[in-house]
Each structure stands twice: as C-alpha cells, then as structure tokens.
C-alpha cells in the first residue's frame, strides 16, 4: 500500500543547531514529493519539492532535501536552526495514478535558545 | 496564501446545525480541495474538484458536501454537523494534473462543534 510517515511527531533542537526532519514513503514506483511548512495558525505553506530532476532539492529559508530512491526516503534539513523556524512541518507525496496528495501527519519542530 | 481566500476564519455550531465553508481562488487553477486537519493525524482530503463541474470523494467525505460552483470557488457544507466535524478545515488549489506541481493552501478556517 501506498504511504508516507514521518518520524517523530515533535523534535526540538538548539539554535545553531542541525535540523533532521525525516520522512519515508512506501511504494514501488518514486513519487513526487513535498515538504511544507505551517506556522501557528496559517495555512501551509511550500517549503521544497522534489519532481524526478535534482536529487538535492533547496528550498526557501535555507531547508534543503535529498531523496534517496534506495531508502525511499525524502528528509529535510537545514544546517543551522533559527528561531524562526518553530513550526509544524508536513511531507506530502503525490503517488502516480492518484490524483490526490497524501500527508505525512507532521513533525512539530521546537527551537531552544 | 493570498490567492487563495476561505470564509469564515472561526465559526462555532450547535450538534445538528448546517453551515458552509466557502473558498475562491484567483490563481486561474482548474483544481480545487477541501483538506480537514486534525491533531496527530495531518491533512486529510475530504472532496476534490478536478474541473470546473466535477467533485469526487477524498479520504473522509462522510457527513460533508462540496459543489464547485464555477471556476473559483468551491464551497463545503455539513448538513447536520456533529462534535467529531471539530477540526481545522482547509481550501487548496492546484493545476488540472497534479504531476509535481504545487497547490496552494487558503489560511484555514477553525470549526467547533458544541
């Protein structure tokens, strides 16, 4: 079956600090994939996507992911936490033949000073 | 999110009472959706609009109603509303095929059932 999981529901890292937000996806054909941002109480918002070009996506306020076919996987990172990027953090994938795009059910990320 | 606008922001409702959420775009996008978002659980679909004239059942469109009343808006309706419709709901907007590209999200509107 056809799914993605993001791992961690909360993550907390220091500011200056690494950001590893991971997400998985489960299906035999590579998808396209989405990582959005959602701010309190806004509407999500697109981080980066991956289309089949670049392995290494960059996105907007320095996040970057790569995707790895043999991991079917999709992380997020970022080499220095901000402040600013508290916040919930969705994968999204949109599956071939499926015209509907499927959400991982989010990773809150806390920045501790 | 501004080419996408969702009325009302907040709305609280009585068991059994109907209301509609209503969305326009003006991004020109042949589709639109109606997501819920609910704690520990992401985004769900609940209905789809490929075209202008066409609706089709997401992940959980029980209790709810959609029309897609021209090119721009797409509006959702609960009927009857019940305490397990409680949630955040969201209009999307997107190209007619998905195929990689982005859609676009309103700013949410939050729906409490008494």
């Known amino acids: 079956a056809q799914s993605v999981t993001q791992l961690g529901s909360h993550v907390s890292v220091s500011e200056g600090a690494l950001v590893l937000l991971r997400c998985n996806y489960s299906?035999?054909?590579?998808?396209?994939l989405f990582w959005y941002v959602q701010y309190p109480n806004q509407g999500l918002q697109l981080l980066l996507k991956?289309?089949?070009?670049?392995?290494l996506v960059k996105g907007i306020n320095g996040f970057e992911a790569e995707f790895k076919k043999s991991e079917t996987s999709f992380h997020l990172t970022k080499p220095s936490a901000h402040m600013s990027d508290a916040a919930e953090y969705f994968c999204a994938v949109h599956f071939f033949g499926n015209e509907k795009l499927t959400f991982g059910t989010g990773t809150r990320l806390t920045i501790i000073p | 999110n501004a080419g996408v606008t969702q009325t009302p922001k907040f709305q609280v409702l009585k068991t059994g009472q109907s209301m509609t959420l209503q969305c326009a775009q003006d991004m020109n996008h042949n589709s639109m959706y109606w997501y819920r978002q609910d704690p520990g659980m992401g985004l769900r679909l609940i209905y789809y609009s490929a075209s202008e004239g066409t609706t089709d059942k997401g992940e959980v469109p029980n209790g709810y109603n959609v029309s897609r009343l021209n090119k721009r808006e797409f509006s959702l309706r609960l009927e009857s509303a019940a305490p397990s419709q409680t949630s955040v709901y969201f209009c999307a907007t997107g190209t007619a095929t998905l195929s990689g590209n982005t859609i676009y999200f309103g700013e949410g509107s939050w729906l409490t059932v008494v």
């Open positions: 991956y289309t089949s070009a670049a392995t």
């Open positions: 299906s035999s054909v590579p998808p396209y």
